[in-house]
């Protein structure tokens, strides 16, 4: 027997999109369905339990300034904070951690148990629709209606998880897939990819011998993601490296043909930067040997997870050749590795809220647009719940410039270009990564979670005084020159008359060098205002350089243009812009093979017709 529900907004999936996106609903005041195949395991980690990193922890601190939940879990069940990068300039220190997985999984769910939400564990297989809009899901048993909703499934859409020569229908390891889904979505007009994704064995924490590695210890001074978290003094658990050696290669090299990852027998595509470890004996043939990260699953878990020796090969060969590592020659697997394939909707069919363009009040975002990890998946769930709300609310979008998030700059990424492999964050993706820096994520977004009611007052008032602060430092230190005596005071090598910003600027100077002419403040304003100061001529540049591009961003495209009537731009041109149909210029600046000159001839014929009317 069928019941029917009726929802504001319901969010289909229980990982790191759906999560945020029913958490952002809820939180603007909407009845909000989270429904999920599975809700023991909402908030899986299905790969290494660790959260940020390079590239990545610019989102979790984004994700964090607009109200989200994902860094300020990791703050409470991290057992091994790290900050990366920190020999580099500030644009690339990225926070990594490293969780307690259970803990983790059971914090979200105790946040989604106490936010109000309706939580459902029903595996959805379809889609309702009524003419060209979205209106709800439908399980075996049960309808629900809704206003909007958010598709976040993962690599659940006809998932099928290879073991060697073994092959089965899955989610994700013990999970079972969700093709009904897929092939309504298809019904629907959709078009979708297939992907693949694989991770390593678990094995037994006394089973493995950690006296031989390297250990790698957790910052002693750590830094946090989230602006809730107060006091902060977490475990400092470390963690392991080892190696796999000629022994290890040789087994792999011997049992190739075993790899369905190598041979073909996926026809997906998979993570180019996160290859399996048959990938990269096949791919670097002279390496000797590749690192192996030896990371607990939490404080008291008795396993330990393998970074870098992902593998699809048959469990008794990734047994042989785990034997063969330092360290590991004891090791007991708990959890085979074992690779993934899955379907995923190509995103150029997205707006930039997460729309879908075909049909109305349906948002997707995580995995299900095609990228891979925790905090991409986040981020965009994050987003599509705002957007989800504001639709039904009858409000503005909420669409973030590549030039003001890291947010901005995947979400522009995926519905313009579109991704042809798993689509991961890195730095290098933002044009203007000294000004999105971690630090000063809260600055950047901060003000849009509360527009949204998805940051407290007193947070934002926080952030204000913060940003204040840093204001007034550096006017001080502008407007402080030396003299002679001061210089010899400082034990520097300068001209008297110079201001202390200058001074900063140098290499050799650092905040500390000068704190005695600052008074007290606290390390997060210290640390930016210095970041400010010694690359103060290239944030400038950077800004410049941002007014150019937001020229180009503030040009709209109604939506149904035509391209047909621009003569001059080729059919080739006209193809690939009616089929992305970008909302700015800017935007179709970045389709590729959209040349300079196209940009160009379409600002000219904009130009004439706005002339004309
Ligand atoms: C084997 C494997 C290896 C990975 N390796 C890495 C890695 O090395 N690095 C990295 O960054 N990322 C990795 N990932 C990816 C990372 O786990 C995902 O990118 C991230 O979890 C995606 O989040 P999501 O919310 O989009 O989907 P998921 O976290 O997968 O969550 C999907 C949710 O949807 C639910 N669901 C699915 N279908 C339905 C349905 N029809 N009805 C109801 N509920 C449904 C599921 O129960 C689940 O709760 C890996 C994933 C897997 C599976």
Known sequence: MTSISMYDVIVVGGGHAGIEAAFAARRMGCNTLLITSNVQRIGELP??????????SQLVFEIDALGGIQGWITDRCGIHFKMLNKSKGPAVWSLRAQV????YMESIKDVVLKSGLSLVEELVTDIITEGKRVIGIRTKKNEYLSKATVLTTGTFLSGIIHIGTKRFP?????????????????????????LKTGTSARVKRESVDTEGMIVQKP????????????????PRVSCYITHTTEATHKIIYENLEMSPWIKGKIKATGVRYCPSIEDKLVKFPDKKSHHVFVEPNGLESDIFYLGGVSTSLPEEIQLDFLHTIPGLDKAEITQPGYAIEYDFVLPTQLYPTLETKLL????????????????????????AGINAVLKLKDKAPFILPRSSAYIGVLIDDLVTKGTKEPYRMFTSRAEHRLLLRQDNADGRLMEYGRSFNLVEEKAYKAMEAKKETVHQVIERLKSTYLGEKDIVGLGIDAEPGLSLFTILKRPEVNIETIRQFIGNISERV????????KYDGYIKKEEEKIKRYRELEGWKIPEDFDYGMVRSLSNETKDKLSSVRP??????????????????????????CSARL
């Open 47 to 56: 790969c290494n339990p660790a959260i940020g990193g390079i590239g990545k």
């Open 100 to 103: 307690d997985k259970k803990r």
């Open 170 to 194: 899955a989610g994700r390891y013990g999970e079972p897939p969700a093709s009904g889904l897929s092939d309504s979505l298809k019904k629907l007009g959709f078009t979708l990819g297939r």
């Open 219 to 234: 910052d002693e001074h750590p830094a946090h993601f989230s602006h809730w978290t107060e006091k902060f003094d977490p």
């Open 360 to 383: 109305e009040n349906l948002f997707l975002a995580g995995q299900i647009n095609g990228t891979s990890g925790y905090e991409e998946a986040a981020a965009q769930g994050i987003m």
């Open 526 to 533: 210290a640390e930016e205002v210095q970041i400010l100061a």
């Open 583 to 608: 909302l700015t210029l800017g935007q179709a600046s970045r389709i590729p093979g959209i040349r300079p000159n196209d940009i160009i001839l379409l600002s000219i014929w904009f130009k004439r």
